[in-house]
């Protein structure tokens, strides 16, 4: 059975920092593009970081761009997003997904995996 599975979220202070993981099971993440998303409350949920098949890595919000640093470690199996200079409106449920093809989108559409999310609270 193919899953995913986040952790790492927490409460954290503005301009903190936290590191969310994605491990997988029941397949090889190299064989499939993972995306980084989240969720805020009322909000639609939103693609941040998409890493290739090949690897590479194409970011979509400029919101978090300069600050967010997706990556991979395929020994591991997991894929990371490293949140840095964290900010309230960054406070959302953060999911990673994965399709198996080539495709790298930060549109909700064409996920066929989808991790249950981890909540990040950024607040002082």
């Known amino acids: 059975q193919l899953q995913l599975v986040e952790s790492g979220g927490g409460l954290v202070q503005p301009g903190g920092s936290l590191r969310l993981s994605c491990v997988a099971s029941?397949?090889?993440?190299?064989?499939?593009?993972i995306t980084w998303f989240r969720q805020a409350p009322g909000k639609e949920r939103e693609g941040l970081s998409c890493?290739?098949?090949?690897?590479?890595?194409?970011n979509y919000a400029s919101s978090v761009r300069g600050r967010f640093t997706a990556s991979r470690d395929k020994a591991k199996n997991t894929v990371y997003l490293q949140m840095d200079s964290l900010k309230p409106e960054d406070t959302a449920v953060y999911y990673c997904?994965?399709?198996?093809?080539?495709?790298?989108?930060?549109?909700?559409?064409?996920?066929?995996?989808w991790g249950q999310g981890t909540h990040v609270t950024v607040s002082s």
């Open positions: 890493i290739s098949r090949a690897g590479s890595i194409r």
């Open positions: 029941g397949f090889t993440f190299e064989y499939y593009t």
């Open positions: 997904a994965a399709r198996s093809d080539y495709v790298c989108s930060g549109s909700v559409s064409g996920y066929s995996y």
